[in-house]
């Protein structure tokens, strides 16, 4: 079953910068659309940044210019690079996989709505 695996989380001052990774494992076949979302404590699970398998970028507008959202295909694997960070940046961020095609032995399958563990980012003084 495919696996999404997040990495890079950790504490950073306001503007200071961090790197995040999402490693899809499994024996992919192709990802549609990657993205990452985040979550805060009180607040809905807010759409980050998203990528397609052609490389069309989305982002939401309070971090447009800030962050960049990019992905290697090869490795299956999606970046988030945030830059200048604020306090309000702080949350858990997920990455997610809208469908994934795999193989299993001889046969192909489809995996929809994949979800990470998530990787906590704090921005603090």
Known sequence: ????????????QPGGSLRLSCAASGSIFSINV??????????????????????????????????????????????????????EDTAVYLCHADEVVASQGKNYYRDFDIWGQGTLVTVSS
């Open 1 to 12: 079953q495919v696996q999404l695996v997040e990495s890079g989380g950790g504490l950073v």
């Open 34 to 87: 990657m993205g990452w979302y985040r979550h805060t404590p009180g607040k809905q699970r807010e759409l980050v940044a998203t990528i397609s398998s052609g490389g069309r970028t989305n982002y939401v507008d309070s971090v447009k210019g800030r962050f960049s959202i990019s992905r290697d295909n090869a490795k299956n694997t999606v970046y988030l690079q945030m830059n200048s960070l604020k306090p």
